[in-house]
C-alpha cells in the first residue's frame, strides 16, 4: 500500500576534497583534564512547551536539508496522506501533510467545532470521530485563557456562524464551486428597529470593539460573555426572542443562549442605540461575510499571518521555532494542502513562519495561510480500511490540547463491498517486518471498499512467497524457517494485498528494553524484547515466543496489546529476577520494589570537605554553619572575577562511596536566588566520571531538597566526588554562598544480579594470525591527549611510543582519530606537529580527525585548522572510500552540518562506482558507547540512525560492497555490528582508559588489513564472510606473564591465562579484544576449539591448546613449551606433562 513520494528536491555539492593532513574537533564535554581538577560546561537551553518561551534560533548559515523520510498513502478518493522527515543545519523536523484534490466529487471539507459552538474546545481528534472526518487538522487561534473563542471568522456549511476581531480578518476557505482561497473576510452585518438600520460590529466573538454593538445566539455556547468589553462600565444589553425585544439592561446576562435568542451587547458609545429600544420593539438582524474573494464560501477559517501570496513568500517572522499548523492552495485553487510541523521536541525542532512559507511553496502551495501552532497543532487520519482516524504527529504538550476548531475532510460513502486490503504487522514496531528462524510474527489485515472505508475481510487465506522462507496459519502467524527476504500475502477472494518480511540469521542473543526495572508498589513498569543475530541485525520479539520465569509472589507480568510486557510489583520490600527465555538464549532482568532512605552525610565536620575552583579567579571557601539539624557545610563563591564558565567545587576527601545500588542521591540546599547552575560528579568502579543535574537554577532562597537519578549502567560501588555551582553565561556575574546538608541515597532491596551470556567475540579482530601478503594496511591512533603545558609527561612519552611501534610496523597511512592533544591552544598544536615531525616524519601520509579535546578550551577548532588543514575529508585509496567526519561538538550536524550532506553523496557515489569496493567512515565520537553508561557516544541518537541507515543502504544499494564505521572517545577497544556493519571503537593510546581492563580498557593502537581484491558480500553474511577488512589490535605492553602449573598429569585440562601489563600499573587478561598469537613447541597443538577437537581425536600430540578458551589438554607424557606473543612482545612457559 505504501509508496515514496519526492517532497524535497535536493541539489547535493561536491564532495570531500583529498589533503594529506587534515581534520579537526571541537569538544565542550565533561571531561577532567589530565590534571582532573577543570571541568568544562555546557549547558543547553532547556525545551518547553509553553507558548510564552519560544526557542530563538542561533545565526546559522542557511544550507539544503536531507530529506530522510517521505511515505505516503491514499487515505480517501482524493485524499493522501503524507509523514516526512528532514534535517537541516537547524535541526530535524518531522511532519505530516494532507493533500486533497477539491475537484474530487467525492470529497468535502468543512469546519470542526467544539462542541458545535463557537465558544467551547476539545481535542480536536474527538470532533473529527463524532463528526465522521477521516481526517482534520487544528485551525484558528483562540481564547485561551478565557472563553476559548477563535479569533477570526468561522463559516460552516455555508453559513457565517462568528465574525473575525479586528486585524484577524485573514481565512482560508473553499467556495461552493470547490475553489480553495485565501482571502480577507470581513464581517457584515445588521440590526433593525424602529425602521432605521445601525450596524454590527461584531458577531459571536470573545470582544467587541470599543463603542461598537456585538451580535451574540445559541452558536456562542456556555462562555461568559462579560469579558467581551474588556471592563468597560459603560455597557447595555438588549435580549431579542423571536424578533422582540423581552428584555433590556445595564448588566451582562451570563445565561446560555436559548436558539431562538439573539444578545445585542453595546459598550461606550454603541449604548446609546440599545438603550433607545424597548420590551415589546420588532427587531430584525441580518449578516452575511463580505470578502474580496471570488466567490460564496461553503466553509472557512481564520488564520494569522499570510505565508504565501499569489507564489511569494511573504516577509514573516525567521526567527522563532515553534510547532506549527498551515493550509495552503494551488494556483487553480484545485488542489489543498494541511501541512503540520511538530517542534519544540529534541526529534523536531519546529519550523519559523518564514521556513513554513517556504515549505508551502515548495510542495505547491500559490497562496498560503498559517493557523494555530505550538501545543495547538495536531493532525489526525485514519488510514484504509481503519473506522476512526487518529492522532498522526506528537503535540509538544505531550498530550493533545483542546482547541476550538479545525478542519476536517470527509468523502462519500461507497457500495461497501471489498476492493483492498490493507496487510501489516500486529506489533507496531520499526523492525517488525523482520523476524528470527524458529521464531513468528503475527499479522493483521484491513478490509477497505472503494472510499477506503473499513469492510469485513473474513476469509483471508495467507501465504508466503517463496515459500522456503517459512509458513502462515490460518489466524495470520507467520513461522520463519530460513534466511532471506520474501512477502506476505493476504488474498480473500480475486483480492489481495502482501508486506515484506525479513528473516534474519539464527539468534545470537537477546535483550529487554531495561536493564533493571526498580519501582514501588501501585507504579506499574514496562518492557519489551529484543532478539540480534550474528550480523546486528536486530527485530522485536512476540511474547508468545518468550519463557518468563520469577517470583509470582513478588511480581505479576502481563502481556499487552503492543508485544510489550507490565510489570506489576505486588510486594514491598522485595525483589525478584525475571528469567527471559527465547529458544536457547537468557536474558536476566532484575526487579526491586519500593526504597530505602539513607543519609550518608550530614556535612557535621568540614576536615571531609575541600573546596576547589575554575578558574583559578574565582573565589571560593568553605565553612561549617548550623544547619536544618546540627551542623552544615557552607561554599562560598564569587562567580564576579571573569566572564569564562566559572564553578566552584564541594569536593568529598577522599571520595565519598554509596551504598551499593544506590539509584537516587539527594540533599538539601540553602539556596542564594543567584540562578547558578548545580551539579554533582559521581565517580564509578571504573573511575569513569558521571556529571548529573540536581537543578537548572538554583532560583530559591531558604532550604530545599533536590534530587537526582544515577545514569542507567553505572558499574557499582560508585562514589560522590563533587557538588559544585557553575555559571555559563558570560554577563551574569555575581557571588554567593550555599549551604549543603543532609546527603541522602535512596536503595532498592537487594536483588541476585545474574550474569548476562556473553557475547562472543567478533572475527574482525584477528586472534593467532597475521595479515598477509594480501592485504594492505593502515594505522590508527587516538585518545593520547597530551598537553604543550607538560610536554615531559607519561601521556607524552607513551604517545611517542606507540608512533614508534606504528611506524616500525610500515602502514601506508596514519589516522589520528581525535583527542591527539588534550586541549586546543596555539602550544598544544604545535607540539603536536613536532611531535609528528620527530616520530613519522614523511615515511607515511598521517590524516588528522578532529575531537572535542581538539577544541577544549577554546570552543573552536581555529588553532588546529591553521597547523593541520581541514576539518573533514574524502579520499579514495586502494579501491576504498574513505570518509572522515568532525564529530568535535559531539553531533555531526553541530560540528558540520554540511558533512552530512556530503556523506550522503559520496556514499551514493560509491556505491555505484565500479572503482570503488569498500567504504570506511571515520569519526572521534562512536554511535553507540561500549560502556553501559552511554556516556561517551554521538548525542544526537536520531542522527546516528540515520548514518547507521545509509551505511546499511549502502551495503544493499551497491550490490554488497563492505563499509566499516571506525570511532574512538570511549577510550575501551569493541566491536559490535549494526545491520550487517561492523562498528569499531579503538582505545587509547595515551590518556589512562575509561572502561575496565577485563572489557577493553586497554593502552593500545590498531593496524587494519584491507584485502587487495575484495569481491562483493552479497545478502545476509557471517561476520567470518566478510573478512575484507581486519584489524589487529596491538596493546602497548611492558611485560607479559603467563599463569600455568609447572606439571601436568596426563588426561588432566586447565586454563592457561596470559596477563598484559602496561605503563601506569594496567594489568588486564592477554585475550580479546587485544590480538593475541599463540603457539608451541612441535608435540603442542594450538588451535581454535574445533581444530582442537580433531587433534585430540588424531593422538599426535602431547598435548592440545585451545586459543578461544585457553584450555591446555595433557595427552601424553613429556614436556611441552607454550609462548604468548602480543605487539612484537613474547612470553613461554614450560609444563611437564607426567604419567
Given at each position: 500500500?505504501?509508496?515514496?513520494?519526492?517532497?524535497?528536491?535536493?541539489?547535493?555539492?561536491?564532495?570531500?576534497?583529498?589533503?594529506?593532513?587534515?581534520?579537526?574537533?571541537?569538544?565542550?564535554?565533561?571531561?577532567?583534564?589530565?590534571?582532573?581538577?577543570?571541568?568544562?560546561?555546557?549547558?543547553?537551553?532547556?525545551?518547553?512547551?509553553?507558548?510564552?518561551?519560544?526557542?530563538?534560533?542561533?545565526?546559522?548559515?542557511?544550507?539544503?536539508?536531507?530529506?530522510?523520510?517521505?511515505?505516503?498513502?491514499?487515505?480517501?478518493?482524493?485524499?493522501?496522506?503524507?509523514?516526512?522527515?528532514?534535517?537541516?543545519?537547524?535541526?530535524?523536523?518531522?511532519?505530516?501533510?494532507?493533500?486533497?484534490?477539491?475537484?474530487?466529487?467525492?470529497?468535502?471539507?468543512?469546519?470542526?467545532?467544539?462542541?458545535?459552538?463557537?465558544?467551547?474546545?476539545?481535542?480536536?481528534?474527538?470532533?473529527?470521530?463524532?463528526?465522521?472526518?477521516?481526517?482534520?487538522?487544528?485551525?484558528?487561534?483562540?481564547?485561551?485563557?478565557?472563553?476559548?473563542?477563535?479569533?477570526?471568522?468561522?463559516?460552516?456549511?455555508?453559513?457565517?456562524?462568528?465574525?473575525?476581531?479586528?486585524?484577524?480578518?485573514?481565512?482560508?476557505?473553499?467556495?461552493?464551486?470547490?475553489?480553495?482561497?485565501?482571502?480577507?473576510?470581513?464581517?457584515?452585518?445588521?440590526?433593525?428597529?424602529?425602521?432605521?438600520?445601525?450596524?454590527?460590529?461584531?458577531?459571536?466573538?470573545?470582544?467587541?470593539?470599543?463603542?461598537?454593538?456585538?451580535?451574540?445566539?445559541?452558536?456562542?455556547?456556555?462562555?461568559?460573555?462579560?469579558?467581551?468589553?474588556?471592563?468597560?462600565?459603560?455597557?447595555?444589553?438588549?435580549?431579542?426572542?423571536?424578533?422582540?425585544?423581552?428584555?433590556?439592561?445595564?448588566?451582562?446576562?451570563?445565561?446560555?443562549?436559548?436558539?431562538?435568542?439573539?444578545?445585542?451587547?453595546?459598550?461606550?458609545?454603541?449604548?446609546?442605540?440599545?438603550?433607545?429600544?424597548?420590551?415589546?420593539?420588532?427587531?430584525?438582524?441580518?449578516?452575511?461575510?463580505?470578502?474580496?474573494?471570488?466567490?460564496?464560501?461553503?466553509?472557512?477559517?481564520?488564520?494569522?499571518?499570510?505565508?504565501?501570496?499569489?507564489?511569494?513568500?511573504?516577509?514573516?517572522?525567521?526567527?522563532?521555532?515553534?510547532?506549527?499548523?498551515?493550509?495552503?492552495?494551488?494556483?487553480?485553487?484545485?488542489?489543498?494542502?494541511?501541512?503540520?510541523?511538530?517542534?519544540?521536541?529534541?526529534?523536531?525542532?519546529?519550523?519559523?513562519?518564514?521556513?513554513?512559507?517556504?515549505?508551502?511553496?515548495?510542495?505547491?502551495?500559490?497562496?498560503?495561510?498559517?493557523?494555530?501552532?505550538?501545543?495547538?497543532?495536531?493532525?489526525?487520519?485514519?488510514?484504509?480500511?481503519?473506522?476512526?482516524?487518529?492522532?498522526?504527529?506528537?503535540?509538544?504538550?505531550?498530550?493533545?490540547?483542546?482547541?476550538?476548531?479545525?478542519?476536517?475532510?470527509?468523502?462519500?460513502?461507497?457500495?461497501?463491498?471489498?476492493?483492498?486490503?490493507?496487510?501489516?504487522?500486529?506489533?507496531?514496531?520499526?523492525?517488525?517486518?523482520?523476524?528470527?528462524?524458529?521464531?513468528?510474527?503475527?499479522?493483521?489485515?484491513?478490509?477497505?471498499?472503494?472510499?477506503?472505508?473499513?469492510?469485513?475481510?473474513?476469509?483471508?487465506?495467507?501465504?508466503?512467497?517463496?515459500?522456503?522462507?517459512?509458513?502462515?496459519?490460518?489466524?495470520?502467524?507467520?513461522?520463519?524457517?530460513?534466511?532471506?527476504?520474501?512477502?506476505?500475502?493476504?488474498?480473500?477472494?480475486?483480492?489481495?494485498?502482501?508486506?515484506?518480511?525479513?528473516?534474519?540469521?539464527?539468534?545470537?542473543?537477546?535483550?529487554?528494553?531495561?536493564?533493571?526495572?526498580?519501582?514501588?508498589?501501585?507504579?506499574?513498569?514496562?518492557?519489551?524484547?529484543?532478539?540480534?543475530?550474528?550480523?546486528?541485525?536486530?527485530?522485536?520479539?512476540?511474547?508468545?515466543?518468550?519463557?518468563?520465569?520469577?517470583?509470582?509472589?513478588?511480581?505479576?507480568?502481563?502481556?499487552?496489546?503492543?508485544?510489550?510486557?507490565?510489570?506489576?510489583?505486588?510486594?514491598?520490600?522485595?525483589?525478584?529476577?525475571?528469567?527471559?527465555?527465547?529458544?536457547?538464549?537468557?536474558?536476566?532482568?532484575?526487579?526491586?520494589?519500593?526504597?530505602?532512605?539513607?543519609?550518608?552525610?550530614?556535612?557535621?565536620?568540614?576536615?571531609?570537605?575541600?573546596?576547589?575552583?575554575?578558574?583559578?579567579?574565582?573565589?571560593?571557601?568553605?565553612?561549617?554553619?548550623?544547619?536544618?539539624?546540627?551542623?552544615?557545610?557552607?561554599?562560598?563563591?564569587?562567580?564576579?572575577?571573569?566572564?569564562?564558565?566559572?564553578?566552584?567545587?564541594?569536593?568529598?576527601?577522599?571520595?565519598?562511596?554509596?551504598?551499593?545500588?544506590?539509584?537516587?542521591?539527594?540533599?538539601?540546599?540553602?539556596?542564594?536566588?543567584?540562578?547558578?547552575?548545580?551539579?554533582?560528579?559521581?565517580?564509578?568502579?571504573?573511575?569513569?566520571?558521571?556529571?548529573?543535574?540536581?537543578?537548572?537554577?538554583?532560583?530559591?532562597?531558604?532550604?530545599?531538597?533536590?534530587?537526582?537519578?544515577?545514569?542507567?549502567?553505572?558499574?557499582?560501588?560508585?562514589?560522590?566526588?563533587?557538588?559544585?555551582?557553575?555559571?555559563?553565561?558570560?554577563?551574569?556575574?555575581?557571588?554567593?554562598?550555599?549551604?549543603?546538608?543532609?546527603?541522602?541515597?535512596?536503595?532498592?532491596?537487594?536483588?541476585?544480579?545474574?550474569?548476562?551470556?556473553?557475547?562472543?567475540?567478533?572475527?574482525?579482530?584477528?586472534?593467532?594470525?597475521?595479515?598477509?601478503?594480501?592485504?594492505?594496511?593502515?594505522?590508527?591512533?587516538?585518545?593520547?591527549?597530551?598537553?604543550?603545558?607538560?610536554?615531559?609527561?607519561?601521556?607524552?612519552?607513551?604517545?611517542?611510543?606507540?608512533?614508534?611501534?606504528?611506524?616500525?610496523?610500515?602502514?601506508?597511512?596514519?589516522?589520528?582519530?581525535?583527542?591527539?592533544?588534550?586541549?586546543?591552544?596555539?602550544?598544544?598544536?604545535?607540539?603536536?606537529?613536532?611531535?609528528?615531525?620527530?616520530?613519522?616524519?614523511?615515511?607515511?601520509?598521517?590524516?588528522?580527525?578532529?575531537?572535542?579535546?581538539?577544541?577544549?578550551?577554546?570552543?573552536?577548532?581555529?588553532?588546529f585548522e591553521e597547523v593541520f588543514g581541514e576539518t573533514r575529508q574524502s579520499f579514495v585509496h586502494n579501491g576504498v572510500q574513505f570518509v572522515m567526519l568532525n564529530s568535535s561538538a559531539g553531533s555531526y550536524r553541530a560540528s558540520d552540518f554540511q558533512q552530512l550532506v556530503e556523506l550522503q553523496a559520496t556514499l551514493n557515489k560509491a556505491a555505484r562506482n565500479p572503482e570503488v569496493r569498500n567504504t570506511v567512515v571515520f569519526s572521534h565520537h562512536p554511535t553507540n558507547d561500549p560502556m553501559p553508561t552511554d556516556a561517551s557516544q554521538l548525542s544526537d541518537r536520531k542522527e546516528v540512525a540515520l548514518v547507521e541507515k545509509w551505511l546499511s543502504e549502502f551495503r544493499m544499494t551497491s550490490g554488497g560492497k563492505g563499509a566499516i564505521f571506525i570511532s574512538s572517545h570511549a577510550s575501551t577497544f569493541n566491536v559490535n555490528r549494526v545491520n550487517g556493519v561492523p562498528y569499531f571503537v579503538t582505545g587509547t593510546a595515551g590518556k589512562d582508559p575509561y572502561g575496565t581492563p577485563d572489557n577493553g580498557g586497554i593502552l593500545g593502537w590498531t593496524m587494519f588489513g584491507v584485502e587487495n581484491e575484495s569481491s562483493l558480500l552479497r545478502g545476509i553474511q557471517s561476520p567470518e564472510e566478510t573478512d575484507w577488512i581486519r584489524t589487529e589490535v596491538n596493546p602497548l605492553l611492558e611485560e607479559i606473564t603467563v599463569d600455568a602449573p609447572e606439571e601436568l598429569a596426563v588426561g588432566e585440562t586447565?586454563?592457561?591465562?596470559?596477563?598484559?601489563?602496561?605503563?601506569?600499573?594496567?594489568?588486564?587478561?592477554?585475550?580479546?579484544?587485544?590480538?593475541?598469537?599463540?603457539?608451541?613447541?612441535?608435540?603442542?597443538?594450538?588451535?581454535?576449539?574445533?581444530?582442537?577437537?580433531?587433534?585430540?581425536?588424531?593422538?599426535?600430540?602431547?598435548?592440545?591448546?585451545?586459543?578461544?578458551?585457553?584450555?591446555?589438554?595433557?595427552?601424553?607424557?613429556?614436556?611441552?613449551?607454550?609462548?604468548?606473543?602480543?605487539?612484537?612482545?613474547?612470553?613461554?612457559?614450560?609444563?611437564?606433562?607426567?604419567?
Amino acid at each position: 500500500m505504501r509508496s515514496v513520494k519526492k517532497i524535497l528536491a535536493l541539489s547535493f555539492v561536491f564532495l570531500l576534497t583529498f589533503q594529506t593532513i587534515g581534520i579537526v574537533g571541537y569538544a565542550a564535554n565533561t571531561e577532567s583534564n589530565s590534571s582532573g581538577n577543570i571541568m568544562i560546561e555546557s549547558k543547553e537551553t532547556p525545551q518547553s512547551s509553553k507558548e510564552n518561551e519560544a526557542q530563538i534560533l542561533t545565526e546559522i548559515e542557511q544550507s539544503e536539508r536531507i530529506e530522510t523520510k517521505s511515505e505516503s498513502e491514499q487515505i480517501g478518493k482524493g485524499v493522501t496522506f503524507t509523514t516526512f522527515e528532514m534535517l537541516d543545519a537547524r535541526g530535524w523536523i518531522n511532519g505530516e501533510m494532507l493533500e486533497i484534490d477539491l475537484k474530487n466529487e467525492a470529497v468535502s471539507l468543512d469546519l470542526l467545532t467544539a462542541d458545535g459552538v463557537v465558544a467551547a474546545s476539545e481535542p480536536i481528534s474527538e470532533v473529527t470521530k463524532r463528526e465522521g472526518a477521516i481526517a482534520s487538522v487544528n485551525g484558528d487561534f483562540f481564547d485561551i485563557n478565557s472563553t476559548q473563542a477563535p479569533l477570526g471568522i468561522e463559516i460552516k456549511d455555508n453559513e457565517i456562524i462568528k465574525g473575525p476581531n479586528n486585524g484577524r480578518e485573514m481565512a482560508a476557505g473553499v467556495t461552493t464551486e470547490g475553489i480553495g482561497e485565501i482571502a480577507a473576510i470581513f464581517l457584515e452585518g445588521t440590526f433593525t428597529f424602529n425602521e432605521q438600520e445601525h450596524e454590527l460590529a461584531s458577531y459571536n466573538q470573545n470582544t467587541i470593539p470599543e463603542n461598537g454593538i456585538g451580535l451574540y445566539n445559541a452558536l456562542w455556547g456556555q462562555a461568559s460573555r462579560e469579558g467581551a468589553v474588556h471592563g468597560d462600565r459603560n455597557v447595555y444589553e438588549v435580549i431579542i426572542e423571536e424578533g422582540e425585544v423581552v428584555k433590556t439592561g445595564s448588566e451582562i446576562s451570563d445565561d446560555e443562549i436559548a436558539k431562538n435568542r439573539n444578545i445585542l451587547i453595546g459598550r461606550g458609545n454603541g449604548t446609546d442605540t440599545l438603550k433607545e429600544m424597548r420590551v415589546g420593539d420588532s427587531v430584525t438582524v441580518e449578516y452575511a461575510p463580505k470578502t474580496n474573494g471570488d466567490g460564496e464560501y461553503a466553509f472557512a477559517i481564520g488564520g494569522n499571518p499570510t505565508l504565501v501570496k499569489e507564489g511569494a513568500v511573504q516577509d514573516v517572522d525567521d526567527e522563532t521555532l515553534a510547532p506549527r499548523t498551515a493550509v495552503g492552495f494551488s494556483e487553480d485553487g484545485g488542489t489543498m494542502y494541511l501541512v503540520l510541523v511538530d517542534g519544540r521536541q529534541s526529534s523536531s525542532r519546529g519550523m519559523t513562519l518564514y521556513e513554513m512559507a517556504e515549505f508551502m511553496k515548495e510542495i505547491g502551495s500559490y497562496q498560503a495561510l498559517n493557523l494555530d501552532g505550538g501545543g495547538s497543532s495536531t493532525l489526525t487520519s485514519r488510514m484504509p480500511g481503519e473506522n476512526e482516524a487518529e492522532v498522526k504527529n506528537n503535540p509538544s504538550d505531550g498530550v493533545e490540547r483542546s482547541v476550538p476548531n479545525g478542519i476536517g475532510i470527509f468523502t462519500a460513502k461507497e457500495n461497501g463491498q471489498l476492493t483492498g486490503l490493507n496487510v501489516d504487522t500486529v506489533m507496531q514496531h520499526e523492525n517488525a517486518y523482520r523476524v528470527f528462524p524458529e521464531l513468528t510474527r503475527s499479522f493483521t489485515v484491513k478490509g477497505f471498499d472503494d472510499a477506503y472505508d473499513a469492510v469485513s475481510a473474513e476469509n483471508i487465506q495467507w501465504e508466503t512467497y517463496p515459500s522456503e522462507f517459512g509458513t502462515f496459519n490460518e489466524e495470520g502467524v507467520f513461522t520463519a524457517s530460513k534466511t532471506g527476504l520474501a512477502v506476505a500475502k493476504a488474498k480473500e477472494g480475486n483480492i489481495e494485498s502482501e508486506s515484506r518480511i525479513q528473516v534474519l540469521g539464527d539468534l545470537e542473543r537477546i535483550e529487554a528494553t531495561e536493564s533493571r526495572i526498580s519501582t514501588v508498589l501501585e507504579e506499574p513498569d514496562t518492557f519489551s524484547v529484543i532478539g540480534f543475530d550474528e550480523n546486528g541485525y536486530a527485530a522485536p520479539i512476540e511474547p508468545e515466543d518468550i519463557q518468563l520465569d520469577y517470583d509470582e509472589s513478588v511480581i505479576e507480568v502481563t502481556n499487552n496489546e503492543d508485544a510489550s510486557f507490565t510489570v506489576n510489583p505486588k510486594q514491598d520490600g522485595a525483589s525478584t529476577t525475571i528469567t527471559i527465555a527465547v529458544l536457547d538464549k537468557k536474558f536476566y532482568l532484575p526487579v526491586t520494589i519500593g526504597f530505602q532512605e539513607e543519609v550518608v552525610s550530614g556535612f557535621e565536620d568540614s576536615s571531609d570537605w575541600s573546596v576547589q575552583k575554575h578558574p583559578s579567579s574565582v573565589g571560593a571557601s568553605i565553612e561549617e554553619v548550623e544547619g536544618r539539624e546540627g551542623n552544615a557545610i557552607q561554599l562560598n563563591y564569587d562567580f564576579s572575577t571573569t566572564t569564562a564558565t566559572r564553578a566552584a567545587y564541594l569536593q568529598a576527601t577522599p571520595d565519598l562511596e554509596l551504598p551499593a545500588n544506590t539509584q537516587k542521591i539527594g540533599l538539601w540546599i540553602h539556596g542564594d536566588g543567584n540562578g547558578a547552575w548545580l551539579r554533582a560528579v559521581l565517580r564509578d568502579t571504573s573511575n569513569t566520571q558521571y556529571v548529573i543535574n540536581l537543578a537548572d537554577e538554583v532560583d530559591w532562597t531558604g532550604w530545599k531538597y533536590v534530587e537526582a537519578s544515577l545514569p542507567e549502567g553505572v558499574q557499582h560501588p560508585v562514589k560522590l566526588w563533587r557538588i559544585y555551582p557553575v555559571e555559563t553565561v558570560q554577563s551574569q556575574q555575581y557571588a554567593g554562598s550555599l549551604i549543603f546538608d543532609e546527603l541522602t541515597v535512596q536503595v532498592p532491596p537487594e536483588v541476585d544480579i545474574l550474569e548476562q551470556e556473553k557475547i562472543t567475540t567478533d572475527p574482525l579482530v584477528i586472534q593467532n594470525d597475521e595479515f598477509g601478503e594480501d592485504r594492505w594496511k593502515f594505522a590508527v591512533i587516538s585518545d593520547t591527549q597530551f598537553v604543550a603545558a607538560n610536554p615531559n609527561s607519561d601521556v607524552l612519552q607513551r604517545t611517542r611510543e606507540t608512533l614508534q611501534q606504528i611506524v616500525a610496523a610500515d602502514p601506508e597511512f596514519l589516522v589520528i582519530n581525535g583527542d591527539f592533544v588534550d586541549t586546543g591552544y596555539p602550544e598544544d598544536f604545535q607540539l603536536a606537529k613536532q611531535v609528528l615531525e620527530e616520530e613519522v616524519g614523511d615515511r607515511f601520509p598521517i590524516y588528522y580527525v578532529p575531537g572535542n579535546h581538539e577544541m577544549m578550551g577554546t570552543g573552536n577548532l581555529t588553532n588546529f585548522e591553521e597547523v593541520f588543514g581541514e576539518t573533514r575529508q574524502s579520499f579514495v585509496h586502494n579501491g576504498v572510500q574513505f570518509v572522515m567526519l568532525n564529530s568535535s561538538a559531539g553531533s555531526y550536524r553541530a560540528s558540520d552540518f554540511q558533512q552530512l550532506v556530503e556523506l550522503q553523496a559520496t556514499l551514493n557515489k560509491a556505491a555505484r562506482n565500479p572503482e570503488v569496493r569498500n567504504t570506511v567512515v571515520f569519526s572521534h565520537h562512536p554511535t553507540n558507547d561500549p560502556m553501559p553508561t552511554d556516556a561517551s557516544q554521538l548525542s544526537d541518537r536520531k542522527e546516528v540512525a540515520l548514518v547507521e541507515k545509509w551505511l546499511s543502504e549502502f551495503r544493499m544499494t551497491s550490490g554488497g560492497k563492505g563499509a566499516i564505521f571506525i570511532s574512538s572517545h570511549a577510550s575501551t577497544f569493541n566491536v559490535n555490528r549494526v545491520n550487517g556493519v561492523p562498528y569499531f571503537v579503538t582505545g587509547t593510546a595515551g590518556k589512562d582508559p575509561y572502561g575496565t581492563p577485563d572489557n577493553g580498557g586497554i593502552l593500545g593502537w590498531t593496524m587494519f588489513g584491507v584485502e587487495n581484491e575484495s569481491s562483493l558480500l552479497r545478502g545476509i553474511q557471517s561476520p567470518e564472510e566478510t573478512d575484507w577488512i581486519r584489524t589487529e589490535v596491538n596493546p602497548l605492553l611492558e611485560e607479559i606473564t603467563v599463569d600455568a602449573p609447572e606439571e601436568l598429569a596426563v588426561g588432566e585440562t586447565i586454563e592457561v591465562k596470559a596477563t598484559g601489563h602496561q605503563p601506569g600499573g594496567i594489568n588486564f587478561p592477554l585475550r580479546y579484544p587485544a590480538s593475541v598469537n599463540w603457539s608451541g613447541s612441535d608435540n603442542v597443538f594450538v588451535g581454535n576449539s574445533e581444530e582442537s577437537k580433531e587433534a585430540i581425536r588424531s593422538g599426535e600430540y602431547t598435548s592440545v591448546f585451545d586459543y578461544t578458551t585457553g584450555n591446555l589438554r595433557a595427552l601424553q607424557q613429556g614436556e611441552v613449551t607454550l609462548k604468548v606473543q602480543s605487539n612484537q612482545m613474547e612470553s613461554e612457559i614450560k609444563i611437564q606433562i607426567n604419567e
